[in-house]
């Protein structure tokens, strides 16, 4: 019963941490999460990029956004993550960001990804969708498992509906209200296009239960 999960990490040092059982963070609660996946056979890391794309149809990224020079969000770790799944996937992908990131970033991770594949000469289908998380420190866990309310923002309603599904057995809720463009009277978003899955136009999902 579960996820399997597959964990890619650039530090060989943390992923080898991990999977002798160690935890290289304080986070209350995590510990424990993570030896009794990782006992039950649910959890992995891995510093294998190649294995980490095929594990799985769901990619999430969630990397660091470190400020810039001029104080927005510096994107090369999310684009670079992006690029890796690129190079490697070889059937179709959900790419998940659930990195902090501004407006428009969903469209320059499938762009990246994009620009990867015509490099490689090869079609591969995939999707983006936005679901950032809003975890606060010392109580990540918590807020991870007991959400007041997920977004989700998507421009394809299958691969929308397959995160929902996740995030649902994440959180252990037993029904949702959603709000997609197919169920919003008059067609979602009510007051014209929205351009980008992280937009405001993003799916809210409130959790009942």
Known sequence: M?????????DERKSEILNNGGIPIHEPGLEEMIKRN????RLQF???????????TLQFIGVGTPPDED???????VLA????????????KVIVDKSTVPV???DRVRAAVQAVLAERGVSVDFAVVSNPEFLKEGAAVDDFMRPDRIIIGA???????????????ASGRQSADCCSRSTWPGGFPPHGQFKSPDESGSYSVIWRG
């Open 71 to 77: 104080g927005s969000a510096d994107l090369q770790y």
């Open 46 to 56: 891995t510093i294998d990029i190649a294995a980490a794309v095929h594990h799985g």
């Open 38 to 41: 990782a006992a039950d056979g």
């Open 81 to 92: 993550a992006a690029r890796s799944i690129g190079q490697h996937m070889t059937d179709y």
């Open 155 to 169: 421009d394809d309603e299958a691969c929308n509906s397959g995160t929902v599904y996740l995030s649902r057995g």
């Open 104 to 106: 428009g970033t969903a």
């Open 2 to 10: 579960g996820n399997h999960a597959l964990c890619l990490d650039v």
